[in-house]
């Protein structure tokens, strides 16, 4: 079966940076589209970023021009850069993947990371 794996996570301070990766395994079709989400404790998990195969990307309001999400298809693998980052970015980071055929697909998640943001 489809597993994702993100890694990178970890304390950083205010306006420092992180770089997320997000590896898919074990893949038996093609990979559409791909995304980062996020979920701090009491909240909704949102969307913060997605890329689509061809490269085409979109962005949460709140992190626009701070973040840079990418992916290396040949790798199975998308990377979320951070930078500039603030506290209220502090949160659980998942990896999603839209996978399968046109007009029949399967979403995954990972396991998810933990990105903390203090002093």
């Known amino acids: 079966q489809v597993q994702l794996v993100e890694s990178g996570g970890g304390l950083v301070q205010p306006g420092g940076s992180l770089r997320l990766s997000c590896a898919a395994s074990?893949?038996?079709?093609?990979?559409?589209?791909m995304g980062w989400y996020r979920q701090a404790p009491g909240k909704q998990r949102e969307l913060v970023a997605v890329i689509t195969s061809g490269g085409s990307t979109n962005y949460a309001d709140s992190v626009k021009g701070r973040f840079t999400i990418s992916r290396d298809n040949a790798k199975n693998t998308a990377y979320l850069q951070m930078n500039s980052l603030k506290p209220e970015d502090t949160a659980v980071y998942y990896c999603?993947?839209?996978?399968?055929?046109?007009?029949?697909?399967?979403?995954?998640w990972g396991q998810g990371t933990h990105v903390t943001v203090s002093s």
């Open positions: 999603n993947a839209q996978i399968g055929s046109s007009g029949s697909w399967s979403i995954y």
């Open positions: 074990r893949i038996t079709a093609r990979v559409l589209n």
